[in-house]
Each structure stands twice: as C-alpha cells, then as structure tokens.
C-alpha cells in the first residue's frame, strides 16, 4: 500500500498565498524588443492583489528549451552568449504596489557602435520580497518559514540589421478526446535567421463539405534566435470537432512589433485515420 503525507492545513494555505502573489502582478506587454530606430522602451506593472507588494528587479540569463521553457545560465557561464543587458538601463529598481496601483518602468539602450548584426536578450527579473508584517510573525516565532521565491521574468531582446527570420512547419499532429470532448494540435517549427519571431499560432480546421473553423490557438509564441527547431502544444479552444477526413490551416503569425509578419501558413491534409482519438 501506498503512503500518502498530507500536508498540515496551515501549510497547504500560506503555500496557496504563495501562488496567489504570483497571480497578482499584472506585467505588459510580456515582451520587449527594440528594433534598429528604438532606444527606450516601458513596462506597466499592476498589482491586482488586494494586499501590498514589492518586487525587485535584476537581470537573468536564460537559454530557451526547444520544447518550451528556459534554463537558466549561471553568470560565470554566461561570457560568450549574446546579452542584451550589457546594453541596458532600467529604473526604478524597487517598487511596492498597493492594491490596484500601477507603476511603469522604463528601460533605455545604448547601442554600441560596432554592435554586430543579431539578436541580444536578456531577462528582466520582478523577485517578491517578503511581506514585513510575516518577517515579523516569523521573527515572534508565530509563524513558519517557507524558502519559496516568487519571481516573474519579461524577455528583452535587442535587434541589429535587417530583419531576418524565416519559420517552417515541419510536422503537425491532431488528437481528439471524446471523453472529454477536446482534443490538441502539436506542431513542429523550424527557423532561420539571425532573428527571433514572435505571434500567435493559430490552427483552423475544415472538414471535407463543410466551413473553416478555429479549433486551437497558442498566443505570444516566442520562437527564440539561439533554437532551430522547437516543439510546442496549441490550446484547444472548445470547438465542436468530429473525426473525419478535411484539412487542417497552421498560421503563424507575428502580434505588436510584429504584427506584420506572417512566418506560417499552411494547409495539411488529414485522413481520418490521421487523427489520433485517445480514449481515457
């Protein structure tokens, strides 16, 4: 048999609260790219919470994952890498947002001159600081400690020379669970360029004899410069879906600093044997 530990109820709650700061801090836009002509740039912060809370900022080096995420690259390691923050300012460094407050911060670059043509980013980091009155339950022996840091990281990117990034599809695959009425489109993108993209990827079926609907989406897809390929899962989006035979429209297509661009769209042709229907 199987032991189960069950956490104590205190804990599970303060765990809880942990998260619910994550959720609290509304940051936009979720990315930042400065292009040839662009020297400063600014961020909203709002606090949605109904508590007070201060956050940090830094920098953090990431390297993206081809199936999504990042690792983070530690600062000894980070010499040969293409960083933006070298390049960059921020103000202010601190803020504390009452409940409903907004703050703005403001990045500014200075592009060196013999800047090579490429992409350079860094991560701007929003750490939470501890709440004052639990560092003081917690110093009064009132309360428990819990070493858990909640941070929020915005890519910043910076552009030298022409735009240049081309994307492919390699593969896409469509599933359907009719337990529960849903399904998923994966996709496979391959890239090249000096360049990042960034948009929505949209994925709009067709059964044979009938119209073009959208069935999956995926919004602010970052297909980062450092990756040639990448792997990523669209959100379903409640769509009445039946197996059968029709085609499937991948588009790719950029949103804000890109909203002219279209890297992806293609049509593929499905059987319906194609589709895998996974029961469960």
């Known amino acids: 048999m199987k032991k ?12 809880f609260a942990a998260f619910d ?4 801090l509304l ?12 020297r400063t740039a600014e961020l909203s912060l709002t606090n949605t919470s109904q508590t007070t809370n201060t956050y940090r900022l830094s920098w953090r ?9 990042y690792e983070v690259v530690k600062k000894e390691d980070a010499g040969g890498l293409p960083l933006a923050s070298p390049m960059l300012r921020f103000a ?5 947002l009452k409940p409903g407050e907004r703050q703005t911060i403001k990045v500014a670059l200075r592009r060196p001159r013999d800047l090579a043509a490429g992409e350079y980013r860094s991560h701007l980091l929003f750490k939470a600081l501890p709440n004052p009155k639990d560092e003081e339950r917690k110093k009064a022996g009132t309360s428990m400690q819990i070493n858990m840091t909640v941070s929020f990281a915005v890519p910043v990117s910076v552009q030298q020379g022409n735009y240049d990034s081309t994307v492919a599809l390699e593969e896409t695959t469509l599933a359907y669970y009719p337990d529960k009425e849903s399904g998923s489109v994966s996709v496979r993108m391959s890239r090249q360029g000096l360049h990042s993209s960034s948009g929505d990827i949209s994925a709009f079926w067709t059964p044979d004899g ?16 450092e990756l040639d390929e990448v792997n990523t899962q669209l959100v379903w989006a409640k769509a009445d879906f039946e197996p ?3 085609q499937l429209r991948i588009v790719y297509e950029g949103v804000r600093d890109f909203q002219d661009k279209v890297y ?8 319906k044997s194609d589709i895998d229907v996974i029961s469960q």
């Open 264 to 271: 992806i769209d293609e049509t593929v042709r499905f059987k």
């Open 27 to 38: 940051i936009y836009p979720v990315r930042v790219s400065f292009d040839d002509t662009e």
């Open 61 to 69: 080096e990431n390297i993206a994952l081809p199936d999504g995420g």
């Open 4 to 15: 189960i530990t069950t956490l104590p109820f205190f804990l599970v709650l303060m765990l």
């Open 210 to 225: 009938g119209k073009e609907k959208l069935i999956a989406k995926r919004a602010d897809f970052n297909f980062w410069a």
């Open 244 to 246: 059968q035979d029709g």
């Open 21 to 24: 700061t994550a959720a609290n």
């Open 92 to 96: 202010p460094r601190q803020v504390t």
